[in-house]
């Protein structure tokens, strides 16, 4: 059986915390807004909501589970699976252009910010960054790019600036190899995952 299950780490022992079968597709990310939700993209599937439930047992009980949608009420295709918290919002990365959720709302608007910084681009990522809260790393494509051509990896501030890496360094190596200071925040004590299987060993 498909679907999200939590595992929780206590005293270097992991221990299963439930299985949310309502979602049988592949998850491609997830983010958690700290208060109780879970933020996930689901491939081809678009981009969903989970309220859970305070002191549920099994953590999913009883859990909501809603699709999001745009302001005029459309389903929005996902696309990369990038799904990351920045600055109060919740950002999701879909096929044509990059969505924000703002706390206190529940319908996903453009993320302006990124449309106005970096216009036309195709944006296959935006993560942030380990070191500060103050820009994001952004993964783009230029309009009209030939497949000869890489993708662009550089910085989007919240101010609107945006800097991107060398040419040398980001057009070869694209987003994985740029450097070691990109990558996802951990949840030290807690792992969520999709799991094929609910009768599959825990890693």
Sequence with gaps: MAGLESIRNANGLWFPEGLLTELPYAIEGMADSGTGDLFLSVEKEGFYRIQLKKGAQPLFRGARVERLLDTQNQEVPSG??????WQGRILFTSDDQVWQLQAGKDRLEPFELAAKSLPRRKIQTINGSQLTDDYLWVT????NAGPETGFEVGRLY???????????VSYPLGWHQVSTELGRQAIPDRQRYANPSASSTNP
């Design 140 to 143: 783009s494509r230029p309009p």
């Design 80 to 85: 990369e699976g990038v799904v990351y918290q």
């Design 158 to 168: 919240a101010t609107g600036r945006y800097e991107p890496l060398s040419h040398d």
